[in-house]
């Protein structure tokens, strides 16, 4: 909504009587149905002025026309994407290389290309731009798309106009959807704010304290001071609900910082399973995890490039599932790469494992970024995981990370599963045990080693793919985790899949509530001198295992 009678810097009225005139009738009705091609084409032609307060009647003359069209011609002049061609005709008109694609405004026909000669562009400035946000948002109150109505019952609450009260209410009887209707009555509450009548005013501050809106919150209170509401009342109601909407925004905060320390917490656990079954099973700290984590988003990247160049578009949100099964083959592969040439030669020398897989992973960071250079690469999200979820007072959850922590209860059910009834889980569990008494048993231990190290750099693999989608893949995009990974497999207890991911969902809930209070990199501090404290009174961590990574 825009003020029809600002004034410019001459001091003359902007918009005449006329204009707001038709205005205000106009926001006492609602909007009119699709008008004729005809009828809209000579509302176009009166855009065709020099001066702005000409059309701005225009403008309000094609409001009051209302449809869908009208919606996309204002769009269009407010974008400077409406022009005149030589005949006289409004057209919409778009910039394609040395010449502009055409639409008839009208009738939204297409038509042949035009040249920048034959088009004049029709201008608008600041003004005009706003009185046209104002008409399209009234337009979109009356649409037949009740995401439209929400979306501009939305705009009109965030910038209230006092005008707009009657168009509020009128919209509100006639509109049939709950969720743009209740929308609507907390637009009619923050308009009746302002009104003249304390009754309303009263009722109005009732009715918002059951607004759980950091929005709300603010206006109630700017609502509070004395110069602004004059009558006690209503400003010990004004006073109650700011106090109930403390509340629960403090709860919904809390709410907050649990789902995000979930979500880094799964993120942590994605990281950390892998190397938890590697150093749990065959006691090497592998130093270029983070590596393989790397690998896995760098193949989503590829599976992702060559959907791009060869897949239909239309089939180009599958990428995600192809990429899944390559990531994880990938890194196996290089993980066994690396247990067979170099990590086998080491065992029992944990200090040389170290240095070892360490080397390794400079090795594979240089491969990388003469591969495919230093520079990020992006990883799109596909259409069916973009967008974001909001769950109340303006706690707002990312698809992408809701269904980062959806794949890792799936990642870690499958494993445990494999772990429990598989074959190779049963021969893994053994030589975790007892590796001698396994060897005796006829168990390949060395083979189980080899499957090992390469399931735990598959998973690691499948990390990555979950990481590309909330982070930019660099070659240093697995050194931002293994620090994290360690702290978790120590902190949950060495090779013990339960505590792998107790210890990783606490530490992520704990990092997200010490955020706001000490800071990111102090919260981190904190948490790291906490797990140094808690490994001195019980060094094999939450879920101790007995076995040969044990020490038993």
Not at 23 to 31: N, T
Not at 46 to 59: C, G, H, N, V
Request: with cysteine.
């Amino acid at each position: 909504m825009v003020h029809l009678t600002r004034k410019g810097r001459s001091g003359g009225k902007i918009l005449g009587t006329a204009a707001l005139g038709a205005a205000l009738l106009f926001a006492a009705a609602p909007a009119a149905a699709e008008p004729s091609e005809a009828d809209l084409h000579a509302a176009l032609q009166a855009l065709d002025t020099k001066k702005f307060k000409q059309k701005a009647q225009a403008i309000e003359h094609l409001g009051a026309l209302g449809g869908p069209r009208v919606l996309e011609v204002l769009g269009a002049l407010a974008k400077g994407r409406l022009y005149v061609r030589e005949d006289g005709r409004i057209v919409i008109a778009e910039r394609a290389g040395k010449q502009y694609t055409i639409q008839d405004a009208a009738s939204g026909r297409s038509e042949p290309k035009a040249g920048k000669k034959e088009l004049k562009k029709i201008k608008v400035n600041n003004r005009l731009r706003r009185l046209i946000r104002g008409v399209a948002g009234r337009l979109a109150l009356f649409s037949d798309d009740p995401g439209q109505r929400l979306e501009a019952a939305d705009n009109l609450i965030k910038n209230p106009k006092p005008q707009a009260l009657p168009l509020f209410r009128q919209a509100r009887d006639r509109e049939t959807d709950d969720a743009v209707r209740a929308k609507l009555e907390i637009g009619i509450a923050v308009l009746e704010l302002e009104a003249d009548d304390p009754a309303l005013r009263l009722a109005a501050a009732t009715t918002l304290a059951e607004i759980s809106d950091p929005d709300i919150h603010s206006l109630l209170k700017r609502r509070l001071q004395p110069d602004i509401e004059p009558d006690p009342a209503v400003r010990d109601a004004l006073h109650s609900a700011v106090e109930t909407i403390d509340r629960k925004l403090w709860l919904f905060g809390i709410a907050e910082n649990l789902l995000f320390g979930i979500s880094l917490g799964s993120v942590l656990l994605l990281a950390a399973i892998g190397l938890a079954i590697t150093f749990g099973v065959m006691g090497v700290i592998n130093m270029a995890h983070g590596e393989m984590i790397m690998l896995g988003a760098y193949s989503t990247f590829m599976v992702q490039e060559i959907f791009r160049s060869v897949i239909p578009p239309e089939l180009f949100g599958f990428y995600l599932l192809a990429a899944l099964p390559v990531a994880f083959l990938m890194s196996a592969a290089m993980g066994v790469l690396i247990e067979r040439g170099v990590i086998r030669f080491l065992y029992g020398r944990p200090l040389e494992t170290l240095l070892a897989t360490w080397g390794i992973s400079l090795i594979l960071q240089q491969l990388v970024r003469s591969l495919f250079g230093a520079n990020n690469r992006e990883v799109a999200n596909p259409e069916w995981i973009s967008g974001a979820v909001e769950i109340a007072g303006g706690v707002t959850v990312t698809l992408n990370r809701l269904c980062i922590i959806l794949f890792c209860l799936a990642v870690v059910a499958a494993l445990a599963a494999f772990i429990r009834y598989s074959r190779f889980g049963l021969n893994m569990r053994a030589v975790t045990q007892n590796r001698s008494m396994a060897a005796s048993m006829g168990i390949r231990t060395g083979q189980v080693d080899a499957l090992t190290f390469a399931l735990g750099s598959g998973i690691a693999g499948v990390a990555g793919m979950a990481l590309s989608q909330i982070s930019n893949v660099s070659p240093n995009l697995g050194q931002n985790f293994i620090v994290d990974s360690f702290m978790v497999v120590v902190f949950g207890g060495v090779g013990s899949l339960w505590g792998t991911i107790v210890g990783a969902f606490s530490l992520g809930i704990v990092n997200k509530f010490l955020e706001p209070v000490s800071g990111a990199i102090l919260g981190k501090i904190v948490v790291l001198i906490f797990i140094i404290l808690f490994i001195q009174m019980r060094p094999r961590g939450l879920f101790a295992l007995k076995g040969r990574a044990a020490g038993d």
